[in-house]
C-alpha cells in the first residue's frame, strides 16, 4: 500500500481552534491518520499521511469550514507510513515567529513555481533560504543566500543585521511548504520592503511541477517525518537524523556536528 503524504497549511480566523482540534484527535483514532497537526487562533498547520480514502477525507472535513476552504497543500507518496501517530498540538502560532505585529494574510507577491527561474536569475533579485541551517545544508536553490539561522525567530534579527530596503530592492523568499515564507515576506514588507516575492508552495510545489533537467535546486529537500529528506521526484533520499545531536547526516555516513554514525531513523 501507498500512503498519501500531505503538507498543508492554511492562515484563518481560528478562534475555535480547540474544538477543531478535538476533531482532528477523533478522526485520527477513527481511521488511522498519522502526522502532525499545529492550530492556534492565526490557522492550522501541518503534514500527515494515510491511506488515499483517509487522507482525502481529512482534507474534505478542514475544507467544509469555510475559513479553511482553500488550503493550501502539497502531496506526495511513500510505500511505508512516514509518521509512527498523530500528534494535535495546540499552540500561540501555526508557525514560531515571535513578531506579532505582522499580519500574515498580507504577504510578498505569490510566485508559481514555472516563473521562479527567472525571477531568482534576475541580478537586481537577493533570493534568501528562510529555513533553518539543517535544512539548508541537504539543499538550496540556485545562487540563494543562508541566512544561518538555528529556528525561524532568528530570522527577525538577520533581516534587521543584513538587509535595507535601499540597497536590496528587490528580495525573493522560499521555504518548504511556503508557510514560512508568509511571515517572512509580511514582516520585510512591515519594514519597509517593497518588493518582496514568495515561492508559492515552497521547495516540495516546485519540485512536484518542474522538471529535474530545469530545475535550480541543488541537493534534496529536508522534510519534518521519517522520510528525512525528498530528492527532487519527491522520494525518499538517503538522509538520516543523528540520536545524539538531531543533525540529518547521509546513510553510510558519520554525523559531521558530533561524529556519531548512531541515528534515530
Known amino acids: 500500500m501507498k500512503y498519501k503524504i500531505v503538507a498543508l497549511y492554511r492562515f484563518a480566523d481560528l478562534p475555535d481552534y480547540a474544538d477543531w482540534a478535538a476533531r482532528i484527535r477523533t478522526f485520527g483514532a477513527d481511521n488511522g491518520l498519522k502526522g502532525t497537526v499545529i492550530l492556534a487562533t492565526e490557522g492550522l498547520n501541518g503534514t500527515v499521511a494515510g491511506c488515499q480514502e483517509t487522507v482525502d477525507r481529512f ?14 497543500y502539497k502531496i506526495s507518496w511513500n510505500m511505508d507510513q512516514p ?3 498523530l500528534r494535535v498540538r495546540e499552540k500561540k ?8 505585529q505582522i499580519d500574515p494574510t498580507a504577504p510578498g507577491t505569490y510566485v508559481e513555481p514555472g516563473n521562479w527561474n527567472e525571477l531568482i536569475s534576475d541580478p537586481e533579485v537577493v533570493t534568501i533560504d528562510t529555513r533553518n541551517t539543517y535544512e539548508t545544508k541537504i539543499g538550496m536553490f540556485e545562487g540563494a543566500v543562508d541566512p544561518q539561522t538555528a529556528n525561524f525567530t ?6 534587521e543585521k543584513n538587509l535595507d530596503p535601499e540597497q536590496h530592492p528587490k528580495v ?5 511548504g511556503g508557510i514560512r515564507c508568509e511571515k517572512a515576506t509580511a514582516f520585510l514588507k512591515s519594514k519597509g520592503f517593497q518588493d518582496v516575492f514568495h515561492l508559492k508552495g515552497g521547495i516540495l510545489k516546485y519540485l512536484e511541477d518542474i522538471p529535474q533537467e530545469q530545475s535550480k535546486w541543488h541537493g534534496e529537500c529536508f522534510v519534518f517525518d ?28 558519520v554525523c559531521s556536528e558530533c561524529g556519531s554514525s548512531e541515528y534515530v531513523f
Open 59 to 72: 482534507l474534505d472535513m478542514l475544507q467544509s469550514d469555510e475559513r479553511l476552504n482553500g488550503l493550501e
Open 83 to 85: 509518521f509512527p501517530r
Open 93 to 100: 502560532e501555526i508557525v514560531t515567529f515571535r513578531q506579532f
Open 154 to 159: 532568528e530570522f527577525a534579527d538577520y533581516v
Open 172 to 176: 525573493a523568499m522560499y521555504c518548504t
Open 226 to 253: 521519517r522520510r528525512v529528506a525528498v530528492d527532487h521526484e519527491l522520494q525518499a533520499a538517503d538522509w538520516q537524523i543523528c540520536e545524539k545531536c538531531n543533525e540529518p547526516f547521509r546513510q553510510g555516513e
